[in-house]
């Protein structure tokens, strides 16, 4: 017969382990690659990550698929983009972000939206503008040629 003590048992030591880990993780700081929709990982750096990453990667992947391949999925166009003040646009950069700038009465410039709508604090308004990718799209990358000072070193198409 087994015998159970009346007190209760040790509270681990540290904070409660969380229901939402990855949410948790994703909105703990600002991480390259994540928006509060989507966390995107370059192709390029993940298949030049270590084999064992890339094995554990593949497997989670694997079943993130399995699980979901029921939905609709759409293909995803992602565009490398960095955050500008508004008033640092371009016509062309105003015009991609759906925005437009135009001389009022007092000639002031002022700022709308698509729809008409006026930008209140232009200088602090900032939007997403694309931008060329700084991330190597092939296999060359920081992993692969990497002296020991952890500078990359000049090889091949795609550097320059």
């Not at 371009?90 to 006026?118: F, K, T």
């Amino acid at each position: 017969m087994t015998m159970y003590s009346p007190e209760p048992l040790p509270r681990h030591p540290g904070p409660p382990a969380s229901s939402t880990p990855l949410r948790d993780f994703l909105d703990s700081a600002r991480r390259p690659g994540v928006s509060p929709g989507y966390a995107v990982l370059p192709r390029s750096l993940a298949e030049a990550m270590p084999l064992p990453w890339q094995q554990q990667m593949a497997y989670l992947l694997y079943e993130f698929h399995q699980v979901y391949a029921h939905l609709e999925w759409p293909e995803y166009r992602v565009v490398p983009s960095r955050r500008e003040r508004l008033v640092d646009l371009d016509e062309e950069q105003l015009a991609e972000v759906g925005c437009m700038v135009e001389i009022d009465a007092d000639g002031e410039l002022v700022y709308r939206e698509r729809n008409g709508r006026r930008i209140e604090n232009p200088e602090t308004y900032e939007v997403l503008v694309s931008c060329l990718d700084p991330i190597p799209a092939d296999q060359i990358n920081a992993n692969q040629d990497t002296p020991p000072r952890g500078l990359p070193m000049r090889q091949g198409p795609g550097w320059g």
